[in-house]
């Protein structure tokens, strides 16, 4: 089955740029969803087809994906940013979802 | 506003069973795919199982098949996850999830009903 691995945890000052890595297979034959999710709240949808931002989601949150590895990049980081966020694609062989096991993201 | 709200939820013990439901509202059911979703405590998301917009097409992780069962009563705008065979592995927050016809994605949560399987 596919397997996306991202870093565990992700440290950054406010004002500067995260940058959260998602890697699979051939990431970028697959579309690449984003997730938040703050302590006791249910995920939120950030990104979604790599780099496409839903309404309400600041311009600061982007996406990228090449080769074998899918990226979150936030801009100017805020304490608000403070986060698990997970990568998700479908799996094609199986048309299951897959989710990464998650990245902290600490506001320092 | 568009809403999923889940509901049932509690302690179980091992080899029991549980009816978890997902009332959604904001927005037409019958139109979308809907999902199951699971998160043990300080774990990550792991996808549990889905259902097409009609119900006729179904799938289940590896770890709940042959256990659990989704099902969806398009009339009454819920969806359902009959939950037998529990084991203390199963002990996480279940949430519902909307897959978005454009996106593709699970573009709408519920808050989630936690699962405890404990003797």
């Known amino acids: 089955s596919y397997v996306l691995t991202q870093p565990p945890s992700v440290s950054v000052a406010p004002g500067k740029t995260a940058r959260i890595s998602c890697g699979g297979n051939?990431?970028?034959?697959?579309?690449v969803f984003w997730y938040q999710q703050k302590p006791g709240q249910a995920p939120v949808l950030v990104i979604y087809?790599?780099?496409d931002r839903p309404s309400g989601i600041p311009e600061r949150f982007s996406g990228s994906n090449s080769g074998n590895t899918a990226t979150l990049t936030i801009s100017r980081v805020e304490a608000g940013d403070e986060a698990d966020y997970y990568c998700q694609v479908w799996d094609s062989s199986s048309d299951h979802p897959v989710f990464g096991g998650g990245t902290k993201l600490t506001v320092l | 506003q568009v809403q999923l709200v889940e509901s049932g939820g509690g302690l179980v013990k091992p080899g029991g069973s549980l009816r978890l439901s997902c009332a959604a509202s904001g927005f037409i059911f019958s139109d979308y795919y809907m999902s199951w979703i699971r998160q043990a405590p300080g774990k990550g998301l792991e996808w549990v199982s889905y259902t097409s917009s009609s119900g006729s097409t179904i799938y289940y992780g590896d770890s709940v098949k042959g256990r659990f069962a989704i099902s969806r009563d398009n009339a009454k705008n819920s969806l359902y996850l009959q939950m037998n065979s529990l084991r203390a592995d199963d002990t996480a927050v279940y949430y519902c999830?909307?897959?978005?016809?454009?996106?593709?994605?699970?573009?709408?949560w519920g808050q989630g009903t936690m699962v405890t399987v404990s003797s």
């Open positions: 087809f790599d780099s």
């Open positions: 999830a909307r897959r978005g016809q454009l996106f593709l994605a699970f573009d709408i």
């Open positions: 051939n990431t970028e034959s697959k579309s």
